[in-house]
């Protein structure tokens, strides 16, 4: 007997005890039938057209809007701005949608695009059904475009279905040309064989060639075949200049190798490329490769000429050297980069360097310096100018100098002139005229 009651106490107070440690198995005797019989849903949710869950959202608001007040009134209760926009892009890995009516109901309107982002990427279609309500805003395009571009990286398909149905031209073909370089960023194949069956427009050109440069990084063989077939044009150079990029900074040779397998004509950028990068620890190998491409294949002299002067840019010293030994069209071209790539030296040892050249070649170099220290530094840019042998060079570089350093500062501008020992007394009275009659800060007179 003694056992009996002890059997029913324990089985009382079990049954007690029960709904207090496992609350969340409790009915809730407050909720309607219809929601007793409703199960909990998770990622099925992607499986809903947007309409649906458009619908979904008018007829059962109540529940979504009471969580949604409960999750704002908890925000106010965050300790810093960063821990609310922490929760909330929390919210949107789960549910974006809700995140976004958060964001938009919390005034976190920055936060649209980078949520847009984590849906696209997760492939959530719930939030279509926001995004159409955003058509009448300014924002609606870089939306759209954040979504479907996200979207593009998982299921590009999919993003250019929506785009025929969420766009527009002329913001279909900017957010189209948006998804196909989403695309290519990581699959460049797929993206290069969807496009090449694409009507040819302006647009699909410009994809074409974005998609070509992924082509490049990803199957760098497969893209030096394909480029070597195309014909010459404007977009074939610029993949050539990016192919021979791609390959001189991981091995030289492989880039003259690559260069060698392609028509002569089609050779221009990447000869300048490959020149300019052998010039930079080995300036003579770079000459003997300019020479073997002008010799071996009759490199057009235009190339030839063009990539000595690259190679001045990188060793204006030795470039400089050697000016006696190309004709007096190239030997300009060498002057003007090496006085580029002379910039910073001082005054001294840019005059030591060019003292051996011609008079000529000497008044190119000066007038070349000149124009490139009128910004940063007239005073010297001028005194470097009446260096110039030559009365016609000297005068227009004067002239030059003198234009720039009067915008700012018209005193010091007109005082080198009165003091110029290069300009006769008639030269100095029209400059200055020319100078009194410019409108500038420096002389603008105010009520």
């Not at 909990?40 to 608001?61: E, F, R």
Request: charged share 20%.
């Amino acid at each position: 007997m003694k056992w009996l009651i002890v059997v029913v106490i324990s089985w009382c107070i079990g049954f007690i005890s029960y709904p207090l440690i496992w609350p969340r198995d409790v009915i809730d005797t407050t909720k309607t039938p219809e929601e007793l019989t409703q199960t909990p849903q998770t990622n099925t949710l992607n499986s809903l057209s947007a309409d649906k869950l458009a619908l979904h959202s008018v007829n059962y608001p109540s529940q979504n809007s009471l969580d949604r007040d409960a999750f704002k009134a908890s925000l106010n209760s965050d300790e810093t701005p960063y821990m609310s926009i922490f929760r909330i892009m929390q919210l949107a890995e789960q549910d974006p949608l809700e995140a976004l009516l958060v964001a938009q109901e919390t005034q976190h309107e920055d936060l649209y695009g980078l949520i847009l982002e984590i849906a696209g990427k997760m492939q959530f279609s719930n939030v279509i059904s926001w995004l159409e309500h955003q058509k009448s805003t300014e924002l609606y395009e870089s939306l759209l475009d954040s979504y479907l571009r996200s979207l593009a990286t998982v299921n590009p398909q999919q993003a250019l279905n929506e785009i025929d149905l969420l766009a527009v031209e002329p913001m279909k073909s900017s957010i189209m040309m948006s998804i196909v370089d989403s695309w290519a960023s990581s699959d460049a194949i797929g993206a290069f064989e969807w496009l090449k069956l694409q009507p040819e427009t302006q647009s699909t050109l410009k994809m074409y060639l974005n998609t070509m440069y992924y082509y490049i990084e990803q199957s760098p063989n497969e893209a030096a075949n394909l480029i070597a077939s195309l014909p010459l044009n404007e977009s074939t150079n610029y993949l050539i200049t990016s192919m021979v990029y791609q390959l001189v900074e991981k091995n030289i040779q492989e880039a003259v190798d690559w260069l060698d397998g392609i028509a002569v004509e089609q050779r221009a950028s990447g000869v300048f490329i490959i020149s300019r990068k052998m010039a930079e620890t080995d300036p003579e190998a770079a000459l003997i490769f300019l020479n073997n491409q002008k010799q071996s294949y009759n490199l057009n002299q235009d190339y030839f000429n063009s990539a000595l002067a690259e190679i001045a840019s990188v060793e204006p010293n030795m470039m400089l050297a050697r000016l006696d030994n190309y004709e007096a069209r190239v030997q300009r071209d060498i002057i003007i980069n090496a006085s580029y790539a002379l910039v910073e030296y001082s005054e001294n040892d840019f005059l030591q360097l060019i003292n051996s050249l011609s008079d000529n070649n000497k008044d190119i170099a000066l007038n070349q310096r000149s124009a490139q220290l009128n910004q940063t530094d007239p005073q010297q840019a001028f005194n470097v100018a009446e260096l110039i042998n030559d009365p016609a060079t000297r005068l227009e570089s004067i002239i030059n100098t003198i234009t720039v350093w009067s915008g700012f500062d018209k005193r010091s501008a007109l005082a080198a002139i009165d003091n110029s020992s290069q300009l006769t007394a008639s030269q100095k009275g029209e400059i200055s005229t020319q100078i009194q009659l410019q409108l500038t800060s420096s002389n603008i007179i105010y009520p």
